[in-house]
Protein backbone atom coordinates (compact mmCIF):
# COMPACT_ATOMS: atom_id res chain seq x y z
CA UNK A 1 0.00 0.00 0.00
CA UNK A 2 1.46 3.74 -0.72
CA UNK A 3 0.90 6.18 1.84
CA UNK A 4 3.98 8.05 0.97
CA UNK A 5 5.89 9.42 -1.93
CA UNK A 6 8.79 11.17 -2.11
CA UNK A 7 9.96 13.73 -4.95
CA UNK A 8 13.44 14.43 -5.62
CA UNK A 9 14.49 17.63 -6.97
CA UNK A 10 12.57 20.80 -5.91
CA UNK A 11 12.46 22.34 -9.34
CA UNK A 12 9.08 23.77 -11.39
CA UNK A 13 8.64 20.02 -12.20
CA UNK A 14 9.50 18.42 -8.61
CA UNK A 15 7.56 20.68 -7.00
CA UNK A 16 4.89 19.84 -9.29
CA UNK A 17 4.75 16.61 -8.72
CA UNK A 18 4.94 17.25 -5.23
CA UNK A 19 2.18 19.35 -5.02
CA UNK A 20 0.25 16.71 -7.46
CA UNK A 21 1.21 13.81 -4.65
CA UNK A 22 -0.26 15.85 -1.60
CA UNK A 23 -3.37 17.15 -3.70
CA UNK A 24 -3.96 13.02 -4.10
CA UNK A 25 -4.01 12.62 -0.43
CA UNK A 26 -0.48 11.60 0.08
CA UNK A 27 2.40 11.94 2.52
CA UNK A 28 4.80 13.92 0.49
CA UNK A 29 8.63 14.06 0.90
CA UNK A 30 10.28 16.64 -1.30
CA UNK A 31 13.92 16.66 -1.36
CA UNK A 32 16.90 18.82 -2.91
CA UNK A 33 19.72 19.34 -1.27
CA UNK A 34 19.37 23.41 -2.33
CA UNK A 35 17.57 25.52 0.60
CA UNK A 36 16.88 27.82 -1.62
CA UNK A 37 15.21 25.15 -4.31
CA UNK A 38 13.45 24.35 -1.32
CA UNK A 39 12.21 28.17 -0.46
CA UNK A 40 10.97 28.86 -3.95
CA UNK A 41 9.37 25.58 -3.67
CA UNK A 42 7.63 26.42 -0.70
CA UNK A 43 6.78 29.10 -2.12
CA UNK A 44 5.66 27.99 -5.62
CA UNK A 45 3.33 25.03 -3.99
CA UNK A 46 1.61 28.19 -1.80
CA UNK A 47 0.94 29.92 -4.95
CA UNK A 48 -0.56 27.81 -6.78
CA UNK A 49 -2.70 26.31 -4.07
CA UNK A 50 -3.73 29.97 -3.53
CA UNK A 51 -4.79 30.43 -6.74
CA UNK A 52 -6.99 27.16 -6.50
CA UNK A 53 -8.41 28.80 -3.75
CA UNK A 54 -9.47 31.96 -5.35
CA UNK A 55 -11.18 29.88 -8.26
CA UNK A 56 -12.77 28.35 -5.51
CA UNK A 57 -11.62 24.72 -6.32
CA UNK A 58 -10.49 23.88 -2.50
CA UNK A 59 -11.27 25.49 0.06
CA UNK A 60 -9.09 27.34 2.87
CA UNK A 61 -8.98 23.96 5.33
CA UNK A 62 -8.13 22.05 2.06
CA UNK A 63 -5.26 24.26 0.99
CA UNK A 64 -3.90 24.14 4.51
CA UNK A 65 -4.29 20.31 4.33
CA UNK A 66 -2.95 19.96 1.36
CA UNK A 67 0.07 22.04 2.27
CA UNK A 68 0.83 20.48 5.94
CA UNK A 69 0.81 16.85 3.66
CA UNK A 70 4.56 18.05 2.03
CA UNK A 71 7.96 17.84 3.70
CA UNK A 72 10.77 20.06 2.84
CA UNK A 73 14.00 17.97 3.20
CA UNK A 74 17.41 18.41 2.54
CA UNK A 75 19.32 15.09 3.44
CA UNK A 76 18.51 12.15 1.13
CA UNK A 77 18.73 9.64 4.30
CA UNK A 78 15.27 11.22 5.48
CA UNK A 79 13.91 10.43 2.00
CA UNK A 80 12.14 7.06 2.79
CA UNK A 81 8.59 6.02 1.06
CA UNK A 82 6.90 3.50 -1.16
CA UNK A 83 7.38 5.10 -4.67
CA UNK A 84 9.99 7.87 -5.36
CA UNK A 85 10.51 9.95 -8.14
CA UNK A 86 13.39 11.57 -9.26
CA UNK A 87 12.92 15.10 -11.60
CA UNK A 88 16.76 16.05 -11.15
CA UNK A 89 19.16 16.73 -14.11
CA UNK A 90 18.37 14.56 -17.22
CA UNK A 91 22.09 12.68 -17.02
CA UNK A 92 22.08 8.95 -16.69
CA UNK A 93 24.53 8.59 -14.14
CA UNK A 94 23.27 11.45 -12.07
CA UNK A 95 20.10 9.20 -11.97
CA UNK A 96 21.63 6.09 -11.41
CA UNK A 97 23.73 7.48 -8.55
CA UNK A 98 20.80 8.85 -6.64
CA UNK A 99 19.01 5.63 -7.28
CA UNK A 100 21.59 3.35 -5.25
CA UNK A 101 21.57 5.95 -2.32
CA UNK A 102 17.95 6.09 -2.48
CA UNK A 103 18.03 2.33 -2.31
CA UNK A 104 20.72 1.92 0.88
CA UNK A 105 17.99 4.16 3.05
CA UNK A 106 14.82 2.61 1.27
CA UNK A 107 13.99 -1.19 1.87
CA UNK A 108 13.74 -3.86 -0.93
CA UNK A 109 9.94 -3.22 -2.17
CA UNK A 110 10.09 0.87 -2.76
CA UNK A 111 9.64 1.86 -6.60
CA UNK A 112 12.00 4.63 -7.99
CA UNK A 113 10.51 6.45 -10.83
CA UNK A 114 12.28 8.55 -13.42
CA UNK A 115 10.64 11.50 -14.97
CA UNK A 116 12.73 11.57 -17.33
CA UNK A 117 11.36 12.86 -21.00
CA UNK A 118 13.56 11.21 -23.36
CA UNK A 119 16.47 9.14 -21.80
CA UNK A 120 16.49 5.59 -21.78
CA UNK A 121 14.27 3.58 -18.79
CA UNK A 122 16.29 0.01 -19.62
CA UNK A 123 19.41 2.01 -19.89
CA UNK A 124 19.23 3.25 -16.14
CA UNK A 125 17.65 0.27 -14.58
CA UNK A 126 20.89 -1.70 -15.90
CA UNK A 127 22.81 0.14 -13.34
CA UNK A 128 21.21 -0.16 -10.43
CA UNK A 129 20.89 -3.78 -8.33
CA UNK A 130 17.35 -3.68 -7.82
CA UNK A 131 16.15 -3.21 -11.92
CA UNK A 132 12.57 -4.80 -11.53
CA UNK A 133 11.39 -1.74 -9.28
CA UNK A 134 12.64 0.77 -11.70
CA UNK A 135 10.13 2.49 -14.35
CA UNK A 136 9.44 5.96 -16.29
CA UNK A 137 6.88 7.94 -14.89
CA UNK A 138 6.85 11.13 -17.36
CA UNK A 139 4.62 13.92 -16.01
CA UNK A 140 3.98 17.24 -18.36
CA UNK A 141 4.63 20.51 -17.50
CA UNK A 142 2.95 22.16 -15.43
CA UNK A 143 2.43 18.92 -13.54
CA UNK A 144 -0.26 20.16 -11.48
CA UNK A 145 -2.52 21.14 -14.53
CA UNK A 146 -1.43 18.58 -17.50
CA UNK A 147 -3.04 15.06 -17.44
CA UNK A 148 -1.30 12.91 -19.00
CA UNK A 149 1.15 10.53 -17.45
CA UNK A 150 3.53 8.35 -19.62
CA UNK A 151 3.91 4.83 -17.64
CA UNK A 152 7.47 3.79 -19.55
CA UNK A 153 8.24 0.03 -18.57
CA UNK A 154 12.18 -0.92 -19.00
CA UNK A 155 13.49 -4.27 -20.18
CA UNK A 156 13.75 -5.39 -16.46
CA UNK A 157 10.51 -3.67 -15.48
CA UNK A 158 8.08 -6.20 -13.59
CA UNK A 159 4.50 -6.10 -14.68
CA UNK A 160 3.50 -5.71 -11.13
CA UNK A 161 5.25 -2.30 -10.46
CA UNK A 162 4.11 -0.93 -14.15
CA UNK A 163 0.51 -1.76 -12.92
CA UNK A 164 1.33 -0.26 -9.44
CA UNK A 165 2.74 2.79 -11.38
CA UNK A 166 -0.31 3.36 -13.90
CA UNK A 167 -2.72 2.31 -10.75
CA UNK A 168 -1.13 5.76 -8.94
CA UNK A 169 -1.28 7.80 -11.61
CA UNK A 170 -5.62 7.20 -11.82
CA UNK A 171 -5.27 7.71 -7.91
CA UNK A 172 -3.46 11.31 -8.63
CA UNK A 173 -6.29 12.31 -10.46
CA UNK A 174 -3.85 11.78 -13.88
CA UNK A 175 -4.57 10.30 -17.45
CA UNK A 176 -1.92 7.47 -17.88
CA UNK A 177 -0.82 5.92 -20.96
CA UNK A 178 1.33 2.49 -21.17
CA UNK A 179 4.25 2.49 -23.48
CA UNK A 180 7.45 0.45 -23.51
CA UNK A 181 10.52 1.89 -23.09
CA UNK A 182 11.85 3.35 -26.59
CA UNK A 183 13.95 6.64 -27.66
CA UNK A 184 11.54 9.90 -26.54
CA UNK A 185 8.75 7.34 -25.67
CA UNK A 186 5.57 8.43 -27.17
CA UNK A 187 4.98 11.87 -26.99
CA UNK A 188 8.44 13.46 -27.41
CA UNK A 189 9.19 11.15 -30.44
CA UNK A 190 5.69 12.23 -32.00
CA UNK A 191 6.42 16.22 -31.11
CA UNK A 192 10.24 16.25 -32.11
CA UNK A 193 9.03 17.05 -35.94
CA UNK A 194 6.35 19.60 -34.66
CA UNK A 195 9.21 21.72 -33.14
CA UNK A 196 12.03 21.01 -35.72
CA UNK A 197 9.82 21.57 -38.55
CA UNK A 198 8.77 24.50 -37.73
CA UNK A 199 12.12 25.80 -36.57
CA UNK A 200 13.29 24.92 -40.27
CA UNK A 201 10.97 27.09 -41.79
CA UNK A 202 12.42 29.87 -40.11
CA UNK A 203 16.02 29.34 -40.49
CA UNK A 204 15.25 28.92 -44.31
CA UNK A 205 12.92 32.45 -44.10
CA UNK A 206 9.83 30.68 -44.93
CA UNK A 207 7.83 32.30 -42.22
CA UNK A 208 8.46 33.65 -38.84
CA UNK A 209 8.24 32.15 -35.39
CA UNK A 210 5.37 34.13 -34.94
CA UNK A 211 3.78 33.36 -38.29
CA UNK A 212 3.92 29.47 -37.69
CA UNK A 213 2.64 29.98 -34.11
CA UNK A 214 -0.48 31.78 -34.99
CA UNK A 215 -1.32 29.50 -38.40
CA UNK A 216 -0.77 26.93 -36.22
CA UNK A 217 -3.23 27.64 -33.15
CA UNK A 218 -5.66 28.82 -35.90
CA UNK A 219 -5.35 25.60 -37.20
CA UNK A 220 -6.64 24.17 -33.46
CA UNK A 221 -3.35 23.77 -31.88
CA UNK A 222 -3.57 25.27 -27.79
CA UNK A 223 -0.10 26.77 -28.57
CA UNK A 224 2.13 27.16 -30.99
CA UNK A 225 5.49 25.59 -31.24
CA UNK A 226 7.36 28.32 -30.50
CA UNK A 227 5.35 29.10 -27.47
CA UNK A 228 5.33 26.08 -26.28
CA UNK A 229 9.35 25.67 -26.38
CA UNK A 230 9.49 28.88 -24.45
CA UNK A 231 7.04 27.50 -21.25
CA UNK A 232 9.31 24.34 -21.53
CA UNK A 233 12.45 25.72 -21.53
CA UNK A 234 14.77 25.57 -24.29
CA UNK A 235 17.41 23.81 -22.65
CA UNK A 236 14.97 20.98 -21.60
CA UNK A 237 13.88 20.74 -24.91
CA UNK A 238 16.73 20.55 -26.81
CA UNK A 239 18.05 18.18 -24.28
CA UNK A 240 14.93 16.04 -25.46
CA UNK A 241 16.08 16.63 -28.94
CA UNK A 242 19.67 16.07 -28.40
CA UNK A 243 18.88 12.71 -26.83
CA UNK A 244 16.22 11.41 -29.43
CA UNK A 245 18.87 12.36 -31.82
CA UNK A 246 21.43 10.17 -30.82
CA UNK A 247 19.57 7.31 -29.97
CA UNK A 248 18.08 7.34 -33.64
CA UNK A 249 21.72 7.20 -34.74
CA UNK A 250 21.92 10.40 -35.70
CA UNK A 251 19.20 10.77 -38.26
CA UNK A 252 18.92 13.23 -40.12
CA UNK A 253 15.61 14.28 -39.47
CA UNK A 254 16.14 14.20 -35.80
CA UNK A 255 19.03 16.40 -35.95
CA UNK A 256 18.76 19.36 -33.50
CA UNK A 257 18.01 22.65 -34.48
CA UNK A 258 20.98 25.33 -34.86
CA UNK A 259 18.14 28.01 -34.06
CA UNK A 260 17.54 26.52 -30.77
CA UNK A 261 21.26 25.94 -30.14
CA UNK A 262 21.76 29.40 -30.31
CA UNK A 263 18.87 30.37 -27.91
CA UNK A 264 20.77 28.21 -25.28
CA UNK A 265 24.21 29.29 -25.91
CA UNK A 266 23.00 32.94 -25.29
CA UNK A 267 20.74 31.55 -22.00
CA UNK A 268 17.77 32.85 -23.57
CA UNK A 269 15.73 30.14 -22.38
CA UNK A 270 12.00 31.20 -22.73
CA UNK A 271 9.73 32.48 -19.63
CA UNK A 272 12.12 31.33 -17.39
CA UNK A 273 15.02 33.50 -17.97
CA UNK A 274 12.44 36.58 -19.82
CA UNK A 275 13.51 36.10 -23.21
CA UNK A 276 13.16 32.80 -25.52
CA UNK A 277 11.33 33.18 -29.12
CA UNK A 278 8.93 35.88 -27.50
CA UNK A 279 10.17 38.83 -24.83
CA UNK A 280 8.39 38.42 -21.66
CA UNK A 281 10.25 41.20 -19.85
CA UNK A 282 7.87 44.22 -20.36
Known amino acids: ?????????????????????????????????????LQKAKAGIQKNLQFLLDKQKITAAEKEIIFNRIR??????????????????????AKIDLFNKLAQVNNNTTIFASNTSSLS??????????????????????????????????????DEVTQTIYALCKQLHKTPV??????????????????LEAMKLVEQGNASFENVDAIMEASGFKMGPFKLMDLIGMDVNLAVSQSVYEAFNKEERFKP???QIDKVAKNELGKKTGKGFYDYKN
Open 257 to 259: SPL
Open 1 to 37: MITTIGVIGAGTMGSGIAQVAAQGGFDTLLLDINDDM
Open 178 to 195: LCKDAPGFIVNRVARHYY
Open 72 to 93: FINDIKDCIAEVIIEAIVEKPE
Open 121 to 158: ISSIQSGIPCPARVVGMHFFNPAPLMKLVEVVQGDQTS
